[in-house]
């Protein structure tokens, strides 16, 4: 039942689900549910979805984001 568990958090943590509790992640989970979260962040900024975390973008990222925008906007 651990196992289950286990695997049950770390999909609603690489999901974006509801009960994620990051310290049960081991260090290699940790590093992939930083990728799938920042992801997701930026497919949210993108779209123009107000959960987008602008802070968490890289600069390039900001940039394109910034760019698409001015062309719709046009």
């Known amino acids: 039942m651990a196992l289950a ?9 690489l999901y974006g689900g509801g009960a ?3 310290s049960r992640l081991t260090p290699a989970e940790t590093k992939e549910v930083a990728a799938a979260e920042h992801q997701r962040n ?9 959960e987008c ?5 890289t600069p390039a ?14």
């Open 20 to 22: 994620c509790d990051h």
């Open 42 to 50: 930026y497919r949210a900024c993108a779209a123009g979805y107000p």
């Open 53 to 57: 975390d602008e802070s968490r973008l």
């Open 5 to 13: 568990g286990r695997q049950r958090n770390f999909s609603d943590c």
């Open 61 to 74: 990222e900001a940039s394109a984001i910034a760019a698409r925008q001015k062309k719709v906007s046009r």
